[in-house]
């Protein structure tokens, strides 16, 4: 009886073993299979349990996996009685990642009879893997490519992931952050508590807002003491949510805009100093019309400064006493000029054109009969000079604050992007997605007719293209090793950004060799 219940045992145990969807082999001490259950079979390829019983399984093993099996594995199945661990078999040209499970089969007296093995088909899990790990370092790559403030933190304010950006700005490495707080970091306490004697929030007040409203927080313009300095920082706050909605932790991402507020103030300064620079230029401007002569003659003190008009003529004013003179219309002595020069004929003068004392240019005047040029018209011409190394600085200073204007408009546009990035980063997670984002504002701020992302797996030499635009359209770019003497092949080696101007001349060119080709 009790053999025949060993034996049904022994059948139920072999249906089972054949109905299961994991692969299970047996094989005798010396490594020969005896048995291969349906799945197994169909894993290496192999219609009929004769093709492989009585055969050993390393041929379906590179060669150094063979010598595992032959100098580790089993011998310590033989000795310990199990192993586990991961394997690969390279099947018909299919390399197939592998869990494999080796223990001992025993008889009724404990001794070993056979190895047994389950065989699982890691493919699909090692694909999530390998898309995770190329997600992770998108992810990576795209925080760590501004110089803004990117960090995760969970409930207890620990962090979880830091940016390059903040990491440099407080001189560590982003795995420094890993596991500490804020108090970790020395922050002063009422930065990170906040004082309510004097009304202030901290930072964690804010922190523990977002994750008990799981709402989004926006502080703009906040003003910080770090290592001695103020900073202008804006700053977004997003609840981090697991599957289930909920809250584990924060997204932080804060813009210091220290730079920006002093090129604000800068330009403040700027134009201040422009104004006041054109209302001088324009009070000489006003002297010079007849309204203006009538203001100036009425005050009792004043200083001599451009000419007098008498009928259709002008006459250079000099310095006091003016009332006798302007009343009998008589010239008015001028200071003597040291930088006239003149030609023998006196028919020609070179008068320098000076501005706080230096000479930035020239003017020349020639009389068309021949006469030489008067003490009057010397004196006309020397002002005239200055009136024009005048509107010449005017001009000047307004083309320099246009120029400023625009690259304040220009940075304000790619701080503008940046920030839409940053968001899209704290808030969206999908990489497709993300990197549609970076394209849109890339356009906005480039005249980009191309734009490639490529992820480069070092341990397979191999380049993917998960985006590639070229003229508003997205094609699909096959992977394969990286070109040596290509743009991508240089970044790759010297881990730097490179910056290529080309002449449309010399675009043609390349365009011709590929079209040759």
């Known amino acids: ?124 899990q090692k694909q999530r893997e390998e898309a995770a790990r190329q997600n992770e370092t998108l992810m990576r790559t795209i925080i760590d490519s501004t110089p803004d403030w990117i960090f995760v933190k969970d409930t207890e304010h620990r962090y979880r992931l830091v940016n390059k950006g903040y990491a440099d700005f407080l001189h560590r490495s982003p795995d420094e952050f890993i596991g500490i707080d804020d108090t970790d970091l020395g922050y002063p306490k009422e930065l990170i508590y906040g004082d309510p004697e004097k009304g202030t929030r901290g930072i964690w007040d804010d922190d523990q807002e977002v994750m008990t409203s799981g709402q989004l927080k926006i502080i703009d313009n906040d003003t910080t003491e770090i290592e001695g300095e103020l900073r202008f920082l804006n700053t977004i706050k997003a609840p981090l949510k697991d599957g289930q909605g909920n809250v584990t932790g924060i997204v932080v991402y804060v813009h210091d805009i220290t730079n920006q507020m002093q090129a604000q103030q800068t330009q403040t300064l700027l134009a201040r100093e422009l104004e006041e620079r054109l209302e001088q230029v ?36 000099g310095v006091n006493p003016l009332n006798e003179q302007l009343a009998t219309a008589a010239p008015i002595p001028l200071e003597e000029i040291t930088d006239v020069s003149f030609n023998e004929t006196r028919t020609a003068v070179s008068i320098p054109l000076n501005l706080h004392g230096e000479s930035i240019g020239v003017i020349g005047a020639r009389s068309a009969s021949g006469a030489p040029l008067d003490d009057e018209q010397q004196a006309l011409l020397t002002a005239f000079s200055q009136q024009v190394a005048e509107a010449l600085e005017r001009a000047r200073l307004f083309e320099e604050t246009e120029i400023g204007r625009q690259q304040l408009d220009r940075r304000a546009q790619e701080l503008t992007a940046i920030n839409e990035v940053a968001q899209s980063v704290s808030q969206q997670l999908d990489p497709e997605q993300l990197l549609e984002t970076i394209y849109r504002q890339v356009q906005r701020i480039l005249p980009a007719d191309a734009f490639i992302v490529a992820l480069y797996d070092e341990a397979k030499n191999t380049l993917s293209y998960p985006m590639v635009y070229d003229e508003g359209k997205r094609f699909e770019e096959l992977p394969g090793p990286p070109k040596p003497n290509t743009q991508i092949y240089q970044v790759l080696h010297d881990a730097t950004p490179h910056i290529i101007n080309r002449t449309c001349e010399q675009v043609e060119g390349l365009l011709a060799k590929r079209r040759e080709r």
């Open 1 to 124: 009886a009790f053999a025949q219940e060993a034996l049904e045992d022994a059948k139920t145990f072999r249906r089972l073993v054949a109905a299961s969807s994991e692969s299970i082999g047996m094989a005798d001490l010396q490594g020969v299979v005896t048995y291969a259950n349906p799945a197994l079979l169909k894993m290496i390829g192999v219609e009929k349990q004769e093709d492989i019983v009585g055969q050993t399984m390393l041929p379906l093993y590179p060669p150094e996996f063979q010598q595992r099996l032959r100098e580790e594995i089993i011998p310590t199945v033989l000795q310990g009685g199990d192993w586990q661990g991961e394997l690969r078999m390279e099947v018909n040209g299919r390399t197939i990642p592998t869990y494999e499970d080796y223990f001992l089969l025993r008889d009724e007296a404990g001794n070993p009879t056979q190895l047994a093995a389950i065989i699982s088909n890691i493919t699909e």
């Open 282 to 317: 324009n009070a000489l401007q006003r002297a010079m019309t007849r309204e203006g002569w009538q203001a100036f003659l009425t005050a009792d003190e004043r200083s001599v400064q451009g000419f007098m008009f008498s009928g259709e003529s002008m006459l250079p004013i």
